[in-house]
């Protein structure tokens, strides 16, 4: 099995969750395509729902396959928002922001009920650390942000794609930021997050419900 196979494989079982009447959320990223598919699919067989996206791209998809979205003023809560990952620690808490929406998937992950996250086994870790921490910072004074992250001992790369600077979909930038081994996210999170230019990082922190995992023999496995 390929890595897209473990992914829709993930993506699929933790679709089970979602029933009639629920709020969703709709993740970002190549794991999360898979659930929107899948929901489109359910859609299609006549679940009712409604829906929110984390990204551009993932409204996109969800408006071509037909999956009923609302404007987020039009809801209080999530009753399960589906999303990937980029790690997993033991305690399952995340790195996020591989595909760099990170901003929004953590608002929609904070407001929901059952914060759902689907990965292929590869992504799970005793600790986090090994993929590069995405840091969302606005553009004003981004050297000035920049030295700041230097000084909690990284080097910090904004992030280009195709040969351009990587901007958000909230017009800001990523720094990715190697810290190593991230052995406290919790208070590594908070001291991210009071440097002025910092929007927000992508350390999910005690916020996830299950993790969906789909090992490289095709077995899944869930985590509480
Ligand atoms: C996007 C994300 C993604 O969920 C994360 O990068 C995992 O992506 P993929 O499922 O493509 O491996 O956080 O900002």
Do not use: H
């Not at 052995?183 to 991210?192: E, I, N």
């Not at 002025?196 to 990082?201: K, L, R, S």
Request: glycine share 12%; hydrophobic share 45%; net charge negative.
């Amino acid at each position: 099995m390929n890595a897209d196979d473990l992914k829709r494989i993930a993506a699929e079982r933790a679709v089970e969750w979602i029933e009639d009447g629920m709020t969703v959320g709709l993740g970002t990223g190549s794991t999360a395509y898979w659930a929107i598919r899948r929901i489109g699919e359910r859609v299609k067989e006549g679940l009712s729902i409604r829906a929110a996206a984390s990204s551009v791209r993932s409204e996109r998809l969800a408006e071509e396959l037909g999956i009923p979205l609302v404007p987020l003023e039009a809801i209080g809560r999530f009753d399960v928002t589906i999303d990937g990952a980029d790690e997993v620690d033991d305690r399952l808490n995340l790195i996020k922001g591989g595909g760099g929406a990170l901003l929004r998937e953590k608002v929609l992950a904070d407001a929901s009920d059952r914060f759902i996250v689907i990965v292929d086994g590869t992504k799970l870790v005793g600790t986090l650390g090994a993929f590069p921490l995405p840091v969302e910072i606005v553009p004003f004074g981004a050297n000035l942000t920049l030295n700041r992250l230097k000084e909690l001992g990284v080097d910090p790369i904004v992030r280009e794609s195709g040969g351009e600077r990587y901007v958000t979909d909230n017009g800001n930038w990523i720094a990715d930021c190697r810290f190593g081994t991230i052995d406290d996210p919790k208070s590594l999170t908070v001291r991210l997050n009071q440097i002025p230019g910092v929007v927000d990082n992508g350390l999910f922190v005690g916020m996830t419900w299950a993790v969906v995992a789909a090992g490289s023999d095709g077995g899944v496995k869930v985590l509480k």
